[in-house]
């Protein structure tokens, strides 16, 4: 029930939303303990950075308003005093704080699980960089129909539809069969970011690099690529589902797995929108290094799948058409597995982040392993 003071209603907008919850935010708290004893109104928050780690931690309380946008979930049609959107938003976070604390204490069950599968889905979803892909790809269908129909109906219709589905979609079931939990024992912390979510295809060699082997099915097919989530809880607790996990229950890493532990948060900073989180100022060895590295990520990068094998490369496109494509690969060591008349299940080309091509049922019809130049031809003469 709305109040009234003097006939004024005080209910304040909520104006400033969080696209990463402020209940999630404050798992990854600094500890501030020592400041307090010299200043006892230092306020807390989380080290904030670039997504290339050049622009320096500072510490942000999170309810900063570089964490958050103004009216960013509300409809045209919202009271801005009760937004529809984030008033469900809010309903969910109230229950993230009961389940995570549940899971982050040690304990794991049906329900604390099914909840944060479902959590991790809308988490994945609410974000910025992926409402706004959908919602364009529906702009796009409103106006490829009016343009038959006439008038605006369909665009005026399909307006603001990527954040109404966020009240009624939830694929938390497709998670939650293959979810676990790691616990981090060593002494560096996981961060997180703007795009908490992780999701990836991995092979067999990708789930080694960010899971102990101890904890992975036998799998000796390197071409087969399964559907991976991944998603920090706190500094050290990581939410993970995927089929080639074979432990269901909690995940320990140690100063034993230390290499699994950077690439969990290589693959966080690499897939954040723009900003990464930390509770802790530098949490990465050879921050330096890796700044300069992510700062140099873009390029052109060939991805081939044979019937055992994948390649992932650097290199440049030689020479394209639309039954064959010959591509210059950087690494003479992944050339040295490739074989003439190989059959290829799947070519992609990615450039500065963006699939630009992909063939299907092709084959090396050319392999040079002096310079790396292989040409990849259709087996059905179909462009594709």
């Known amino acids: 029930m709305a109040l009234y003071a003097e006939g004024l209603d005080i209910v304040p907008e909520k104006k400033n939303q969080h696209l990463v919850p402020a209940c999630y935010l404050r798992r990854f708290e600094a500890d501030v303990s020592?400041?307090?004893?010299?200043?006892?109104?230092?306020?807390?928050?989380?080290?904030?950075?670039?997504?290339?780690?050049?622009?320096?931690?500072?510490?942000?309380?999170?309810?900063?308003?570089s964490l958050t946008r103004p009216y960013f979930y509300n409809l045209p049609e919202d009271n801005p005093k009760d937004p529809l959107?984030?008033?469900?938003?809010?309903?969910?976070?109230?229950?993230?704080?009961?389940?995570?604390?549940?899971?982050?204490?040690?304990?794991?069950?049906?329900?604390n699980m099914s909840f944060m599968s479902y959590f991790v889905t809308l988490q994945f979803m609410r974000v910025e960089s992926f409402l706004e892909s959908i919602q364009s790809s529906f702009d796009k269908a409103g106006e490829w129909m009016d343009s038959f129909s006439g008038?605006?109906?369909?665009?005026?219709?399909?307006?603001?539809?990527?954040?109404?589905?966020?009240?009624?979609?939830?694929?938390?079931?497709?998670?939650?069969?293959?979810?676990?939990?790691?616990?981090?024992?060593?002494?560096?912390?996981?961060v997180t970011s703007d795009n908490p979510v992780i999701r990836r295809h991995v092979n067999i060699?990708?789930?080694?690099?960010?899971?102990?082997?101890?904890?992975?099915?036998?799998?000796?097919?390197?071409?087969?690529?399964?559907?991976?989530?991944?998603?920090?809880?706190?500094?050290?607790v990581v939410y993970i589902s995927c089929e080639v996990v074979k432990f269901k229950e909690g995940l320990i890493y140690s100063d034993n797995d230390l290499e699994n532990i950077f690439y969990i948060n290589f693959y966080s900073i690499v897939n954040s929108y723009k900003k990464v989180y930390s509770s802790v100022i530098e949490p990465i060895k050879g921050e330096k290094q890796l700044s300069e590295y992510l700062s140099s990520k873009n390029g052109t990068i060939f991805k081939i799948y044979t019937q055992s094998k994948r390649v992932i490369c650097k290199g440049t496109m030689v020479n394209s058409d639309n039954y064959s494509v010959s591509l210059q690969l950087a690494d003479l060591?992944?050339?040295?597995?490739?074989?003439?008349?190989?059959?290829?299940?799947?070519?992609?080309?990615?450039?500065?982040?963006?699939?630009?091509?992909?063939?299907?049922?092709?084959?090396?019809s050319s392999v040079n392993y002096a310079n790396g130049v292989v040409t990849i031809e259709s087996n059905v003469k179909l462009g594709i």
């Open 34 to 65: 020592e400041m307090r004893k010299s200043n006892p109104n230092y306020s807390s928050g989380i080290y904030v950075n670039d997504n290339n780690l050049s622009s320096g931690w500072k510490l942000r309380s999170v309810t900063h308003k």
């Open 205 to 236: 060699v990708d789930a080694r690099e960010i899971i102990p082997e101890r904890y992975l099915h036998i799998e000796n097919n390197e071409s087969r690529e399964f559907l991976f989530f991944l998603m920090p809880l706190s500094p050290a």
């Open 85 to 111: 959107i984030e008033n469900f938003l809010s309903v969910i976070e109230g229950k993230y704080k009961k389940y995570s604390e549940e899971i982050i204490n040690g304990t794991i069950n049906n329900e």
């Open 333 to 364: 060591d992944q050339v040295s597995f490739i074989k003439k008349n190989e059959q290829i299940s799947l070519v992609e080309i990615i450039e500065d982040g963006v699939s630009i091509r992909g063939m299907r049922d092709c084959k090396f």
């Open 151 to 190: 008038g605006n109906y369909h665009s005026s219709a399909m307006r603001d539809v990527a954040k109404k589905q966020l009240t009624e979609i939830d694929l938390g079931h497709v998670l939650h069969p293959n979810a676990a939990i790691i616990y981090n024992n060593a002494n560096f912390p996981f």
